[in-house]
Structures are given as C-alpha cells and as structure tokens.
C-alpha cells in the first residue's frame, strides 16, 4: 500500500498468506504420501521462530537460548498433565503459562544486561536447563525422556495437524495485532533508538520485560505443540547443539520480515529432512547455505521476495500511514502555563567532572514557568553536560535539582520525562527504521499516557492522528510523512526531531541546538515556532545561532569552563566584556583570510584538468532518485563549495562519491580512473576522505585512539594534526564521549588527515560551533589546501563562499548552478533564488552555468 492508504486487501495480510501456505504444503504432503507430521513441525517452528523474531525484529533483542522456553515447556505439559491429567488444550494453557512465569523471573535477571550479554545468558540458562533435565532421571526422565504423553483429543496424526494450524494461525494473528498496537509501536521505537525513547517517558526494563514475557509464552505453547506431536519429551530440545535453530529459520526468512521465520521453518526443515537421509554429516552441506543467504540476500528468502515483487522495505507491520485530513489544523500547545513568580527548574551548585575535566562547577540557576531562556557558551562549557544532568542520563557529583517544586536528583530519566520535562538532542536523536509519522504518533502516545495497548490499532486514535498532522505541519514534514526515517536528509531529521519533541506536551522543554544544520529558510520557521511556544511554556535553548539566541530570548545564561560567568537580559549579556572574550571571541562573524598563495590564486585555473569528475550520476534509497543526472568537477588544490537547501541531495552526493551510495547511472572518475563501482574502502585507499556529519567518531575510544584507527603510511602524523588544532594534544587521551561539539570536529577532520588524502569532503564543518571555534576550524581548513583538494557541504554561504574557489548549488537533485564562488558570493539575488534564503520556489526550474 502507498503511504497513507489504509485500503484492505485479504491477499496481502500476513496471516492470510501464512494460512494458504500452510494449507497449500499439507494438501502436497497428502497427496505426494509425505508424513503430515513435517508439514505439522513447519507450522510448530514457525511460531518458535515467529516468538524468537518477535524479540529480534521488533526489539532488537537476540535471544540464543530461546529453546530454555521451549523445552521447559515441553516438560511442564508432559508432568502437569501426567499428573494432574488434562487435554491438549489445557496441555497448552500449562505450557503456556509455565514459559511465562519462567519469562518473568530470567527476564527480571537477564534484562539487566543488553547486547551480547543478555544472548549469552539466555544461552546460559537454556544449557543449565539441559543438565538438569539429563539428570534429574527421577523427574524428567534423564536421557530418555518422558514418554506416552496423552493426546485424547487429538489421537490421529492428522486431527492434531489441524488443530496445531489453529493454534499457530490464532497466535500470529495475535503477534501481528500487537505490533500495531501502542506497545507494538513502542517496542519498534525502542529497536531504533532506546535513549529517545526513555526521554518521551517511556520505561525501557519495563517494556522490555513485558515483551520477553510474551514472547516466552508464545515460545511455550510451541515448545507444547512438540510434546503433543512427539508424544514425548527429550532433552536434546534444551541442548546448546539447538538453541540457535529459531534464530536461524528467523535470519533464513529474514529477521525483518512477520513471514520471515515461515519460509526460515520451511527450507531449515525440508533440508534437514531431505540432507539427512544422505549424510549424517549434513551440516557441513546445510552450513554453506546459510552464508550464500547471509552474503547474497541479508534480509533472507523474504527480502527475496520483495525483490522480485519491485518492494524494498520492511513487513514487520503493514505498509502506510493513517489518511492526511484535508485540512490539517495549525499547531497549538496543548494548554498555556501560569507565571507565578516561582521557578519550573531550580538548580543549586551542581558540579560534575569527568575525571581531569570538570563540566560544572557550582552552577545555580533557575528558569521561570513562561519564556525562552538561552544557555550559551563555548563549545566544551559544560551545556549539553548540564541537559543531561537535568534529565537524568548523568548523575552529579553535588548539588540539588528541583523540578516543579520537587527534587529529582534521584529520579531516572523516564520520571522525570513523566513529570513534564523533554529534550531534543545535539546529536540527532530520531527512529531511523520508523516513518517521519510514527515517529511523531510514538511520541504524542507517550505525552498521552499511553503505554500498554496490546489490542488497539495504534494508527486508529483519530485525535492522535490530527495531533501528529498539525506537529508534522508544523516543521514542513507534513508531505513527508510517510518516509521512513533514514531517508531523509539531515536537515529534515532535525525538523523532525523538534517535532517529536514539541509533542511530548512538556512544562519545560529542553532543545539543544535545534537550528543546527538547518536552512535559512528553515531556521525562520522553527525560530518564530519556538518564540511562539515560549508565550505558553518554559523552554531552555542551546544555540550558538547569536543573532537569533539575542532576538528571540527574554533571558541569558552563559557558561563558561564550567562556570555560570553571566546571567541576564539578552542586551545585557550582550555587553558584557566576559561573554565577548570567553563566547564570541575576537573578529566574530568575520570570514577568515584566505593566506597569501591562496588569495593570489583565487581566480579559476580552466587549464587544469579535474581532479574528480561527475559525470551525469544519478543516486538514490530505495528505488528512488535523489541524485537526478549531476556533473561537477573539483580541480586540484581547490575549495569547492557545494550549497543547497534541506534535502536537495547534497549529502547523497558524497555519499556517492565515498561509495557507500551506489550510483544508478553517470560515472565518477578520480585523476582519469573511473571509481563509479570501487568499493568505499578501495577509494578511500586512493584518496577521497569524507569528514562526515555529525562527526561520527568512536565512543569509547580516546582522541588519539581514533587517530591510529585511521592512520596510515604517507597520512599526516599526531604531531601535525596537533599542530593543526593545537587543544587536540590535550585531548588525546580523553574518550570521543567526553567531547564537545567542536572538539569532536576537530578530531573528525584530524582523522581524515591521518590517511594520504588527496579530496577531503567536508559535510557540515561548521554545524553547531560556537563563533570562536567556527574561526578556528575554518582557518585549519584554509590550511588544509596545501594536502588537498576540498569539497564542502555548508546550508550557509557566506560561512564558506569566502573560502571557495568554485561553488556549486544542487536544486531537486540537479545542479542548478556552477561557477565561481566569487561570481555567487557577489549575487545575492541569485543566492536567494537558489538557496531560499528568502523562501524562494523558483529556483527548482533553473540551471545556470557560470565560469567553468
């Protein structure tokens, strides 16, 4: 279905499908003289691996001992019904049950532990369960097992068949129905991004447990069917040898995929069936097929599928997104705040340090219930240092944090989000896998309570709808709404990550830059969004946008090194002599000079032949264009600027060039070879390095850690790089986690030096820098025309035309201009054409060559 259609067609739902291959596979089996027992251990895994994928596709949890539920199960039903008596279906309500219970209590435990540790210890616990069921003869039978399980209902072969096709279908039907339910929802949202979404409220343990308990339920009643078919009980169920069968048949059908474990139980058993009969060693022909899957088709026989369907998309719920209204009402806070004169935030000597480094020290300030209050400062003051605090994902070394009258030092990060405090992130912070609209609706559910719906449609909530419609509206999403996430450009992402946070209907609002990376144009619209929310709530705003922070605050917080150095009217912070030195810096605003050789040679050199060539490329996601028949060249020694609004493809574009994109069309030819269909590694080897947005660095590794992962012969040495940014020789054993914004640039642009580059592409350089720190690192970057040739995204031209000696601007994904920067820069008409600066349309129509 398209985005937005809601339109029922039988022969696309899942359980439909599900049902006429089941259906289909025993009416061969009867007919070719097949057991019916295979076609009913199908239908049995496949809701073990649909149970098993619930948790991975959904969740992002693997669980390597799924078969603990599985097989413990599988006993309950053979015991409680041989002691207590019973039929197949009060078998399954004990099997069911008993894997719930068990889900319950190694939930609690192994969900305190995430990643690698939580599959080993499912692991852990499936194998302890086999010890003992191997020996504890007494009970289970020890290697034997249990025997004669009864199956009074059900005796034949075939009657249990369709009763376990029942089953199966009503507890998928079941699985389905819940992933488009509120907690469905939230279980997705929680997959993508498990930060974002403690931050609307939510409580990831919680949730997470819940879906685990489910799941092992579900497992349960599997692992009951098997006893009834086998009539019997055994060991090997248990054993490590078949804990990873499920996530196997989940990964051959594809994890991402409600069909996937089908088709996974469908070929994992026929070849085991018929491969065995040939050898018993028939693994060692079973394992090269898993891993031509693995290379050929990740998203496993499913993703085949859609292939060959013209489809490229996950079907872990149904395509589309609920009708857009035909008229979409304007957005509003949900109800207007009352200023009695008493603080919504009040913060008391907080201080926190990290190691050596101290973030705040002794920081005391309150923010009213009404108004925008700006927190500004240098990059490494301490503000986003202090956002954390204030939310819970760091805990201070001292101080008190009051919220609405009420501390919450104590409190974790989702109570605190409960009481009405929200943020948006520095570093994007949205759901990649979901839709723009279900990122929005995941939020709007949480500022309405509504966390555990396990029935209702979530899309079905028609006041939640219109919601979500006006928020999108808002930003300028609402004709995007149906996009997943990833696919969007970054400006987009940063539109709709306010959006998710407006809807959280918050008392406080936190957004930590959200103009960053924004056009003018843009930054307009969310600018006067946020002065109008400011008249109904509080918010707190980090922003190194001076102008804007100056023209649209009623109050100015700055820090400096940690330290709260001012605090007042925004003219009055203006003046103050301490801010200018510690914030602004000397020169501010003024364009850095080019150095001597530079100047000498800005104008273009057509003699030269081009250092990379685009010729015609065309690139895009899914089957889509974004790139539409582009060519650009960049000349040796050269800065060349490549300018455009939001989502206009200029990121795509070096993601093209750096490979990881693969162009549908064109050539891409570097120093006369053409690199068009060279792998991103084999390119970067020949000298094209990408300093990416948001920098991108590792985590946990130190600064100069970083810098030996990308160091290679002929690259620039540590002291060079040091000598480059010179704060960088301090900084190198911090951890990349524990810098700021413009320190993190810093060591981004210091890695792509590490490698013998001969192109730097630059996407953002200048993102969310203070004033000081955008000075220096545009003077670093003058500098590095003497290694290379450079190519830099920036949404502001004058933060770059100044220092380009050839710029290019991208319009709906075709170059609408090329030319000298100087003949751009000294055109302010056709610069508001073409970049909207002024909000102007008529620029997707017009392509203009200027000096080559």
Same mark, same amino acid.
Request: with cysteine.
């Given at each position: 279905?398209?985005?937005?259609?809601?339109? #029922?067609?039988?022969?696309?739902?899942?359980?439909?499908?599900?049902?006429?291959?089941?259906?289909?596979?025993?009416?061969?089996?009867?007919?070719?003289?097949?057991?019916?027992?295979?076609?009913?251990?199908?239908? $049995?895994?496949?809701?073990?691996?649909?149970?098993?994928? #619930?948790?991975?596709?959904?969740?992002?949890?693997?669980? #390597?001992?799924?078969? #603990?539920?599985?097989?413990?199960?599988?006993?309950?039903?053979?015991?409680?019904?041989?002691?207590?008596?019973?039929?197949?279906?009060?078998?399954?309500?004990?099997?069911?049950?008993?894997?719930?219970?068990?889900?319950?209590?190694?939930?609690?435990?192994?969900?305190?532990?995430?990643?690698?540790?939580?599959?080993?210890?499912?692991?852990?616990?499936?194998?302890?369960?086999?010890?003992?069921?191997?020996?504890?003869?007494?009970?289970?039978?020890?290697?034997?097992?249990?025997?004669?399980?009864?199956?009074?209902?059900?005796?034949?072969?075939?009657?249990?068949?369709?009763?376990?096709?029942?089953?199966?279908?009503?507890?998928?039907?079941?699985?389905?129905?819940?992933?488009?339910?509120?907690?469905?929802?939230?279980?997705?949202?929680?997959?993508?991004?498990?930060?974002?979404?403690?931050?609307?409220?939510?409580?990831?343990?919680?949730?997470?447990? %819940?879906?685990?308990?489910?799941?092992?339920?579900? $497992?349960?009643?599997?692992?009951?069917?098997?006893?009834?078919?086998?009539?019997? %009980?055994?060991?090997?169920? *248990?054993?490590?040898?078949?804990?990873?069968?499920?996530?196997?048949? =989940?990964?051959?059908?594809?994890?991402?995929?409600?069909?996937?474990?089908?088709?996974?139980?469908?070929?994992?058993?026929?070849?085991?069936?018929?491969?065995?009969?040939?050898?018993?060693?028939?693994?060692?022909?079973?394992?090269?097929?898993?891993?031509?899957?693995?290379?050929?088709?990740?998203?496993?026989?499913?993703?085949?599928?859609?292939? /060959?369907?013209? !489809?490229?998309?996950?079907?872990?719920?149904?395509?589309?997104?609920?009708?857009?209204?035909?008229?979409?009402?304007?957005?509003?806070?949900?109800?207007?705040?009352?200023?009695?004169?008493?603080?919504?935030?009040?913060?008391?000597?907080?201080?926190? @340090?990290?190691?050596?480094?101290?973030?705040?020290?002794?920081?005391?300030?309150?923010?009213?219930?009404?108004?925008?209050?700006?927190?500004?400062?240098?990059?490494?003051?301490?503000?986003?240092?202090?956002?954390?605090?204030?939310?819970?994902?760091?805990?201070?070394?001292?101080?008190?944090?009051?919220?609405?009258?009420?501390?919450?030092?104590?409190?974790?990060?989702?109570?605190?989000?409960?009481?009405?405090?929200?943020?948006?992130?520095?570093?994007?912070?949205?759901?990649?896998?979901?839709?723009?609209?279900?990122?929005?609706?995941?939020?709007?559910?949480?500022?309405?309570?509504?966390?555990?719906?396990?029935?209702?449609?979530?899309?079905?909530?028609?006041?939640?709808?219109?919601?979500?419609?006006? +928020? +999108?509206?808002?930003?300028?999403?609402?004709?995007?709404?149906?996009?997943?996430?990833?696919?969007?450009?970054?400006?987009?992402?940063?539109?709709?990550?306010?959006?998710?946070?407006?809807?959280?209907? &918050?008392? /406080?609002?936190?957004?930590?830059?959200?103009?960053?990376?924004?056009?003018?144009?843009?930054?307009?619209?969310?600018? &006067?969004?946020?002065?109008?929310?400011?008249?109904?709530?509080?918010?707190? *705003?980090?922003?190194?946008? %001076?102008?804007?922070?100056? =023209?649209?605050?009623?109050?100015?917080?700055?820090?400096?090194?940690?330290?709260?150095?001012?605090?007042?009217?925004?003219?009055?912070?203006?003046?103050?002599?301490?801010?200018?030195?510690?914030?602004?810096?000397?020169?501010?605003?003024?364009?850095?000079?080019?150095?001597?050789?530079?100047?000498?040679?800005?104008?273009?050199?057509?003699?030269?032949?081009?250092?990379?060539?685009?010729?015609?490329?065309?690139?895009?996601?899914?089957?889509?264009?974004?790139?539409?028949?582009?060519?650009?060249?960049?000349?040796?020694?050269?800065?060349?600027?490549?300018?455009?609004?939001?989502?206009?493809?200029?990121?795509?574009?070096?993601?093209?060039?750096?490979?990881?994109?693969?162009?549908?069309?064109?050539?891409?030819?570097?120093?006369?070879?053409?690199?068009?269909?060279? !792998?991103?590694?084999?390119?970067?080897?020949?000298? %094209?390095? +990408?300093?990416?947005?948001?920098? !991108?660095?590792?985590?946990?590794?130190?600064?100069?850690?970083?810098?030996?992962? &990308?160091?290679? !012969?002929?690259?620039?040495?540590?002291?060079?790089?040091?000598?480059?940014?010179?704060? /960088?020789?301090?900084?190198?054993?911090?951890?990349?986690?524990?810098?700021?914004?413009?320190?993190?640039?810093?060591?981004?642009?210091?890695?792509?030096?590490?490698?013998?580059?001969?192109?730097?592409?630059?996407?953002?350089?200048?993102?969310?820098?203070?004033? =000081?720190?955008?000075?220096?690192?545009?003077?670093?970057?003058? @500098?590095?025309?003497?290694?290379?040739?450079?190519?830099?995204?920036?949404?502001?031209?004058?933060?770059?035309?100044?220092?380009?000696?050839?710029?290019?601007?991208?319009?709906?994904? @075709?170059?609408?201009?090329?030319?000298?920067?100087?003949?751009?820069?000294?055109?302010?008409?056709?610069?508001?054409?073409?970049?909207?600066?002024?909000?102007?349309?008529?620029?997707?129509?017009?392509?203009?060559?200027?000096?080559?």
């Amino acid at each position: 279905m398209r985005p937005g259609s809601t339109a #029922f067609r039988p022969w696309e739902h899942p359980i439909v499908v599900l049902a006429a291959v089941l259906v289909a596979v025993s009416g061969l089996a009867l007919a070719w003289g097949m057991p019916i027992q295979r076609v009913t251990q199908i239908a $049995i895994y496949t809701l073990y691996g649909a149970g098993v994928n #619930f948790l991975i596709g959904y969740l992002g949890l693997v669980p #390597f001992g799924a078969s #603990f539920f599985f097989g413990c199960a599988g006993y309950a039903l053979a015991i409680g019904t041989g002691a207590l008596g019973g039929n197949e279906i009060t078998g399954l309500v004990l099997a069911g049950g008993f894997a719930l219970v068990l889900a319950v209590l190694v939930g609690a435990v192994i969900l305190r532990r995430r990643g690698l540790y939580f599959s080993l210890l499912t692991l852990a616990c499936s194998q302890i369960a086999f010890e003992i069921a191997f020996k504890w003869t007494s009970v289970t039978g020890g290697e034997n097992g249990l025997q004669d399980v009864a199956r009074p209902l059900f005796p034949s072969a075939l009657a249990f068949h369709a009763f376990t096709v029942a089953v199966v279908l009503g507890l998928l039907y079941g699985l389905w129905r819940l992933a488009h339910a509120p907690f469905g929802r939230l279980m997705q949202a929680l997959r993508d991004n498990e930060q974002r979404v403690v931050s609307l409220g939510y409580d990831s343990y919680r949730t997470k447990l %819940i879906a685990l308990t489910i799941a092992g339920g579900v $497992i349960g009643v599997g692992g009951g069917l098997m006893a009834l078919m086998l009539q019997g %009980i055994y060991a090997n169920n *248990l054993s490590w040898q078949h804990a990873g069968d499920p996530v196997l048949m =989940a990964a051959l059908g594809g994890v991402h995929h409600f069909l996937g474990p089908l088709w996974g139980a469908i070929v994992f058993i026929v070849l085991e069936d018929r491969l065995s009969a040939v050898t018993e060693n028939w693994w060692l022909i079973f394992a090269p097929v898993i891993i031509a899957f693995a290379l050929l088709s990740p998203e496993g026989i499913q993703g085949i599928l859609q292939r /060959l369907a013209g !489809r490229d998309r996950w079907t872990l719920t149904r395509a589309g997104i609920p009708p857009r209204p035909a008229r979409i009402a304007p957005y509003a806070p949900a109800g207007g705040a009352r200023d009695d004169g008493t603080p919504i935030l009040a913060v008391e000597g907080l201080s926190k @340090r990290f190691g050596s480094i101290v973030t705040q020290n002794d920081v005391s300030l309150s923010v009213g219930r009404v108004g925008l209050h700006s927190l500004i400062g240098p990059n490494g003051a301490g503000k986003t240092t202090f956002f954390n605090l204030v939310t819970g994902i760091l805990r201070a070394d001292s101080g008190a944090i009051r919220f609405d009258g009420r501390p919450i030092g104590g409190l974790a990060p989702h109570r605190r989000a409960r009481l009405g405090l929200a943020r948006s992130f520095q570093i994007l912070s949205v759901f990649p896998n979901l839709t723009a609209f279900e990122n929005v609706r995941i939020a709007v559910q949480a500022a309405a309570g509504g966390w555990n719906g396990f029935w209702r449609d979530a899309h079905a909530d028609e006041a939640a709808n219109a919601r979500v419609w006006s +928020l +999108l509206d808002a930003v300028g999403l609402a004709d995007r709404a149906g996009e997943v996430c990833a696919a969007l450009s970054h400006g987009e992402k940063r539109l709709l990550e306010i959006a998710v946070s407006l809807a959280t209907n &918050a008392k /406080l609002l936190l957004l930590d830059e959200p103009l960053a990376g924004l056009a003018e144009s843009d930054r307009k619209v969310v600018g &006067a969004l946020i002065r109008r929310l400011a008249h109904a709530q509080a918010i707190l *705003l980090i922003e190194h946008d %001076i102008d804007r922070v100056l =023209a649209l605050s009623d109050r100015i917080t700055v820090l400096h090194q940690g330290r709260l150095i001012a605090d007042g009217r925004p003219a009055e912070v203006a003046r103050n002599p301490a801010v200018v030195a510690a914030y602004l810096g000397q020169g501010h605003g003024a364009a850095p000079a080019r150095p001597p050789a530079r100047a000498a040679a800005a104008a273009p050199r057509p003699a030269l032949a081009p250092l990379l060539r685009l010729d015609g490329v065309s690139a895009g996601y899914g089957g889509g264009t974004v790139l539409d028949g582009v060519s650009l060249s960049v000349f040796p020694g050269e800065v060349t600027a490549l300018l455009g609004r939001n989502g206009v493809g200029k990121t795509t574009l070096l993601r093209t060039v750096t490979g990881t994109l693969p162009a549908h069309a064109g050539r891409i030819v570097l120093d006369g070879r053409d690199i068009t269909a060279l !792998r991103p590694d084999q390119i970067n080897r020949l000298g %094209i390095s +990408l300093v990416p947005e948001g920098r !991108r660095l590792f985590p946990n590794l130190t600064v100069q850690e970083n810098l030996r992962l &990308a160091a290679r !012969r002929d690259g620039a040495s540590q002291e060079e790089v040091a000598d480059l940014f010179p704060k /960088l020789r301090v900084l190198m054993r911090s951890r990349a986690e524990t810098l700021s914004g413009g320190e993190r640039q810093m060591v981004a642009i210091a890695r792509a030096l590490m490698v013998p580059s001969r192109i730097i592409l630059l996407d953002e350089p200048f993102e969310g820098l203070a004033p =000081a720190i955008v000075q220096e690192v545009r003077g670093a970057v003058a @500098r590095l025309t003497t290694r290379a040739s450079l190519v830099i995204v920036e949404h502001h031209a004058e933060s770059v035309l100044a220092m380009a000696d050839r710029a290019a601007v991208l319009v709906n994904g @075709r170059v609408a201009f090329s030319g000298t920067a100087h003949d751009l820069a000294a055109d302010p008409a056709l610069q508001e054409r073409l970049l909207g600066i002024a909000g102007g349309d008529e620029a997707g129509s017009m392509v203009i060559e200027g000096a080559a």
